[in-house]
C-alpha cells in the first residue's frame, strides 16, 4: 500500500497521500487483496503515462478483486474525472468515502471535482472534512484548494483567509501566492502584492498571469524600470498570451 499512495502522489492536481486508516467493511468480502492492490497501483501508474486505456482495465480489474479497497475507488474516480465521465467520477468518490469516511484524500479529490462543476459550497465542505483529519499529510493543500474554490464564488474574503493559512502551513505554494498576489493587488496593498510576486518568482518560473501582475504593481509603485523589464519577459516568453496582448493595449 505505501507503493500505491507513493503513486497517488504523483497522479493529483493537489498532491496528497493516504491517512492509513482502517477501511470500513463491506457486505461483499475481498477475494484476492493483495493482487487488488498491484492492479490499482499499476492503474495509477498507467495514469501517470498517460495510458488511460490500460489505467482503466487495471482499475476495473483491481475492484473485482476487492471492491473494499477504497484507494482503488480513489484512483479509478480521478481516471473517470480525466475522462469526462463525471457521473462514474462522482459514484466512486462516493464509493472510497462511504467507506471509508475518514479516507481524507478522497475527501480532498472529491473536493477538487465538485469545484470543477460549479458545487462550490459541496465543495468547501470536502477540502474542510480533509482538513479535520489530525492525520492527513497535506493540510496546506487542502487549504489552497478551498480558496481556489471559494474565490470562484467569488468570496475574496474566505479565499483570502484559507490562502493565508495555506502559505503559513507550507510558505512555498506557487498558487496561493499568486492568488494573494492578485487579491492584494485588487486591494491597493501594491507593496504586499510586490511582495507575494517576488516570492511566488522563487518557487515558480514566470507565468503570463503573475508577469501581468507585477507590471500592473510595478507601475502603480512608480517602478517603470521594472515595468519595462517584466514587460520585455512576458513579450519575449509569451508573445502570444492574452496577458501580452493586453500590455501591448497599454491595459495595465
Known amino acids: 500500500m505505501k507503493r ?4 497517488l502522489l504523483l497522479i493529483m492536481i493537489v498532491g496528497c497521500q493516504s491517512t492509513g486508516t482502517t477501511t470500513r467493511p463491506s457486505q461483499q468480502a475481498a ?3 493483495k493482487a487488488a ?3 490499482a497501483s499499476a492503474g495509477a501508474e498507467y495514469i501517470r503515462l498517460g495510458e488511460y486505456k490500460f489505467a482503466l482495465e487495471k482499475l476495473q480489474k483491481a ?7 477504497v484507494e482503488a475507488h480513489n484512483i479509478i474516480a480521478v481516471l473517470y474525472q480525466r475522462l469526462a465521465k463525471v457521473k462514474k467520477a462522482e459514484y466512486h468518490f462516493k464509493q472510497a468515502i462511504a467507506r471509508n469516511p475518514d479516507y481524507s484524500e478522497a475527501h480532498n479529490n472529491y473536493g477538487v471535482f465538485l469545484c470543477e462543476q460549479g ?3 459541496e465543495s468547501e465542505q470536502q477540502f474542510l472534512k480533509a482538513i479535520s483529519d489530525p492525520l492527513y499529510p497535506n493540510p496546506a493543500n487542502a487549504y489552497e484548494n478551498a480558496g481556489l474554490c471559494v474565490d470562484k464564488i467569488p468570496d475574496a474574503t474566505l479565499a483570502e483567509k484559507y490562502f493565508h493559512t495555506a502559505l503559513k502551513l507550507n510558505p512555498n505554494l506557487r498558487k496561493s501566492l499568486l492568488k494573494m498576489a492578485d487579491l492584494s493587488y485588487q486591494n491597493i496593498d501594491y507593496l504586499a502584492a510586490q511582495a507575494y510576486i517576488e516570492r511566488y518568482h522563487k518557487v515558480s518560473s514566470w507565468s503570463p498571469k503573475a508577469l501581468l501582475i507585477a507590471i500592473k504593481t510595478e507601475h502603480k509603485l512608480g517602478n517603470q524600470d521594472k515595468v519595462a523589464s517584466y514587460i520585455l519577459l512576458l513579450k519575449g516568453q509569451f508573445p502570444d498570451s492574452d496577458e501580452a496582448l493586453e500590455v501591448r493595449q497599454g491595459k495595465y
Do not use: G
Open 37 to 39: 492492490a498491484i492492479n
Open 119 to 121: 458545487r462550490y459550497t
Open 63 to 69: 475492484l473485482q478483486q476487492d471492491p473494499n479497497l
Open 4 to 7: 500505491l499512495a507513493i503513486i
Open 31 to 33: 477475494s484476492n487483496p
